[in-house]
């Protein structure tokens, strides 16, 4: 059983933002889906994704009973079950839209990609924890680079830009957070800068396409623009107070592609208008900063890489996925954490959650 003291050291903010979004995700999927939902039941999506929730709930509840530092421990066990699982997806992987991302298993389609996030997570602080402070010469920051090129090749090749992107997101905060030098990291981004004419050469023609019309969506309107161009009039039509809950005559009518996964901001944004949207970016930002303070107060290194590989996680996905409907980023794919529909996306960022918990829960020793 948990100790009652440390009970009362959970991050009750924590608690009540991760809840106040879910339970907007839950109504924003039933106003958006209600007429697409895959059975006779008008409101599939919203039950599926409230079950999945509250089974992630008693998820969260088993974790806290043991020390987050014991994940440790198994950190390199749980890399490779990580490479054996995306390598799974090139074998017996399900195709939609064009990429081949899912395991099929019973009713249930699990994308490995996301779960991958947490685990790569997990494997860098792990490494990270070692070589904490020692970041200072290329020597000690290559085998960091290698170590997770060939999880980001795999993603990258399903494929899978938006995630092989957020693993670079949580490599560069990681590595900041364990002490590399400025210097060595503009370094780095200067390479990278510089090596970005080959791997565009790498990408598939719809990533191209799809880089190309975020600078103009007119290029290509019925097509690779038409997400972006339709995300744009749904946000732009929601002014000040919105159209209310099933009002949104771009979601509704089915105009908004995707309006219960990757653009539901957008969906927000119509039926909520800007007063909604800024609210819903309140919660994100109370749930970020929490993040960000977990990481500072965190009783080991350890703790602190992982709150910090979290925090990052999150934060280029909201930058990102919000960017994207908005139109100043190019789509990606990537999900809105905690609100965006999806069993896999949800499981990886509620159980993300119950670590931030479980670190902050044991921030200092407890006496008796």
């Known amino acids: ?41 008008r409101y599939w999506f919203v039950q599926r994704q409230g079950m999945f929730a509250i089974a992630n709930c008693f998820l969260i509840f088993i974790m806290l009973h043991f020390d987050y530092k014991s994940i440790g421990r198994v950190a390199n066990t749980l890399y490779g079950i990580n ?47 070692k070589k904490w402070g020692k970041l200072n010469t ?3 920051i290559i085998p960091v680079f290698l170590y997770i090129a060939i999880p980001f090749v795999l993603v990258l090749k399903q494929p899978d830009l938006g995630t092989s992107l957020v693993f ?30 080959i791997f565009w050469h790498f990408l598939k023609d719809y990533q191209k396409k799809r880089l190309t019309v ?40 089915n105009f908004l592609p995707e309006n219960h996964t990757d653009f539901i901001f957008a969906v927000i944004g119509e039926e909520l208008g800007f007063i909604g949207a800024v609210i819903i970016l309140m919660l994100y930002f109370i749930l ?40 100043i980023m190019p789509v990606t794919g990537i999900p809105l954490p905690l609100m965006s529909y999806g069993v896999s996306s949800l499981t990886t960022n509620m159980i993300s959650v119950g670590i931030l918990l479980n670190i902050y829960m044991r921030r200092q020793k407890i006496l008796f």
């Open 288 to 327: 970020l900063y929490r993040g960000i303070k977990i990481a500072s107060v965190a009783p080991d290194n350890f703790g602190t890489l992982l709150a910090a590989g979290i925090t990052a996680m999150l934060t280029f996905h909201v930058l990102v996925n919000v960017g994207m409907t908005a139109g």
């Open 214 to 253: 975020f600078i103009d969506p007119n290029v290509d309107p019925l097509g690779s623009g038409y997400h972006i161009i339709q995300s744009k009039i749904a946000i732009g039509s929601g002014m000040l107070f919105g159209k209310g809950l099933f009002g949104g005559t771009q979601s509704q009518l």
């Open 83 to 129: 490479l054996v699982m995306l390598l799974a997806v090139m074998v017996v992987g399900q195709s939609a839209l064009g990429a081949q991302r899912w395991i099929q298993i019973g009713p249930i389609n699990l994308q490995p990609s996301e779960f991958s996030k947490l685990i790569m997570i997990i494997a860098l602080a792990n490494l990270l924890d």
């Open 168 to 197: 670079l997101a949580i490599l560069f905060g990681m590595i900041f957070v364990a002490g590399i030098s400025i210097k060595h990291l503009m370094l780095i981004f200067a390479g990278g800068a510089a090596i970005m004419p």
């Open 1 to 41: 059983m948990l100790n009652r003291r440390l009970l009362r050291n959970l991050d009750f903010s924590l608690i009540v933002v991760t809840f106040a979004i879910i339970m907007t995700s839950l109504v924003i999927i039933g106003s958006a889906t209600h007429i697409n939902s895959p059975s006779d039941d």
């Open 138 to 140: 290329f020597r000690e």
